[in-house]
């Protein structure tokens, strides 16, 4: 049976879906899949899965995708990142009898794509695309797909939309940001160019940014004329988005830990989900954020999570009469509801920053803001203040280091050479010397390693040891010399 393309692959194989969850790393697991569709999701992907690591890890295939068979996690759609054409097919060429269509991303904007050269920084390297998707479209089984940023300009979005159409492309997701944007400076996407590419190719588009509510997907569907949307944060605030609910969190975060017990996941993953469904309470409740932080069972988390419903049904069984939701929320912080992102200008604001400075020195200022207000710093920092509530980020009260004389790095406080360890290593090997400090002691092994070989010398040749006008190291040393 050939295999299907286009609007056909859409209507018959993806049954024609338009709620699509997106792929996250670590979040879009089959747990979170399985909850999503309960609530409305027609179409799921796998988290980004690393087409290398895929193809020679048998346990990462196991624990990705090759786990318990599940019937009802279909239609999916396995998503690759990857730079090479042959690695990309081989693993796809493995995972193509578990999916529906393998994905290729296009659109990873972090550091850690940048620093293994895919996702949104493959985007100037059409030549190499075009090879991915016509050696993946010839070879596989199942359609190949595409999820794409952005350029600044819509006519080289356009262009580029038609070369992956033309390479082989069945499908293309147009996430409406460029790569640039992306975190506290992610911004508003743009469902001009979304349009735009939707008009210039004849094959199925999805829409992905700004849906935060189903009002969201009905108008980005009017204003774009996409066949579908995707939804990632949204989804990760209000599993239910697709239904147009806002259930209470305890709800969502109950059902999806019983299906976590059926079908079970790394405690991280978990954590995460519950840090997204619970945020809004969680700034209320500091100390039970802390302990979801900490927790390092399963049976913790639910234990938490129970406190949190408690605390909650506390809240309310107390509420006046025509109270309203504090800190500008929607809802009650018990209701699950989107996360509205601060825009760039307004994070500019934020750190006493002009809207006009380059993006980077305005998330510099964020996450170097003191202390005193931990909701100013970056996650990372955030996560390290609760595991040590003293520790501070202050740069002025950060340590001195003297520099190593070669390179810049600290040098070893007690290094002979005022050098950085790894100098260190090389000069002291170079020149035959030691330095106690870094631990380094080449001169004293060479002198042992030559008093060794005298002794060797000494024994298998006894008059060496009774002639009295040299001593054996000398006698050594010397015949050395001679011999050379």
Same mark, same amino acid.
């Given at each position: ?288 954020? !802390? /302990?979801? $932080?900490?927790? &390092?069972?399963? =049976? ?11 605390? @909650? #049904? !506390? /809240?309310? $069984?107390?509420? &006046?009469?025509? =109270? ?11 209701? @699950? #509801? ?147």
């Amino acid at each position: 049976m050939p295999k299907l393309r286009g609007e056909a692959f859409w209507r018959e194989t993806l049954r024609s879906a338009h709620y699509v969850v997106a792929p996250m790393v670590d979040q879009s697991e089959l747990a979170w899949r399985l909850l999503s569709r309960r609530h409305g999701a027609e179409l799921c992907y796998t988290p980004m899965l690393h087409a290398q690591v895929f193809l020679r890890d048998a346990n990462y295939r196991r624990e990705n995708l090759y786990g318990e068979a599940c019937p009802e996690d279909r239609p999916l759609i396995v998503q690759f990142c990857a730079n090479d054409p042959e690695v990309f097919v081989q693993a796809a060429l493995l995972a193509q009898d578990y999916c529906d269509a393998i994905d290729l991303n296009l659109g990873c904007p972090q550091m850690i794509a940048k620093r293994g050269h895919y996702g949104a920084f493959l985007q100037e390297e059409w030549d190499l695309l075009q090879r991915m998707i016509l050696l993946a479209n010839e070879k596989l089984s199942v359609p190949i797909t595409c999820k794409i940023r952005v350029f600044p300009e819509i006519d080289k979005t356009v262009k580029y939309a038609q070369m992956l159409e033309k390479a082989g492309c069945q499908l293309l997701t147009v996430h409406g940001r460029t790569k640039e944007q992306k975190g506290p400076l992610a911004g508003v996407a743009s469902w001009e160019h979304i349009q735009a590419v939707r008009k210039a190719v004849s094959i199925p588009v999805f829409a992905n940014g700004n849906i935060q509510c189903l009002s969201d997907v009905e108008e980005c569907i009017r204003k774009t004329g996409v066949h579908g949307v995707m939804s990632a944060e949204g989804n990760l605030h209000n599993p239910a988005l697709f239904e147009g609910r806002n259930p209470l969190v305890w709800e969502m975060a109950e059902e999806y830990l019983e299906i976590v017990q059926k079908y079970p996941c790394p405690l991280s993953y978990v954590r995460a989900h519950l840090f997204k469904l619970w945020h809004h309470t969680l700034q209320v409740y500091q100390q039970l954020r !802390e /302990e979801l $932080a900490k927790v &390092k069972t399963l =049976e913790g988390i639910v234990d938490v999570n129970r406190e949190l419903k408690l605390r @909650c #049904q !506390e /809240e309310i $069984a107390n509420q &006046k009469e025509g =109270e309203k939701p504090k800190e500008g929320l929607p809802f009650f912080h018990w209701i @699950c #509801q989107p996360y509205i992102r601060p825009g760039p200008k307004e994070r500019c604001k934020e750190n006493g920053a002009s809207g006009t400075e380059k993006g980077v020195r305005g998330k510099r200022a964020l996450e170097e803001e003191e202390d005193g207000n931990s909701e100013l710093l970056s996650k990372n920092k955030q996560k390290k203040k609760l595991r040590n509530p003293n520790k501070s980020f202050d740069p002025s009260l950060k340590p001195k280091y003297a520099k190593c004389d070669q390179c810049g790095n600290p040098k070893g406080n007690k290094c002979v050479f005022n050098m950085c360890r790894g100098c260190c290593k090389k000069r002291a090997f170079k020149e035959t010397a030691d330095c106690p400090g870094h631990g380094l002691l080449f001169k004293t092994k060479y002198e042992k390693s030559l008093s060794w070989q005298s002794s060797q010398r000494v024994i298998q040749n006894p008059e060496i040891s009774r002639r009295g006008d040299v001593d054996v190291g000398e006698t050594a040393v010397l015949k050395e010399a001679g011999d050379s």
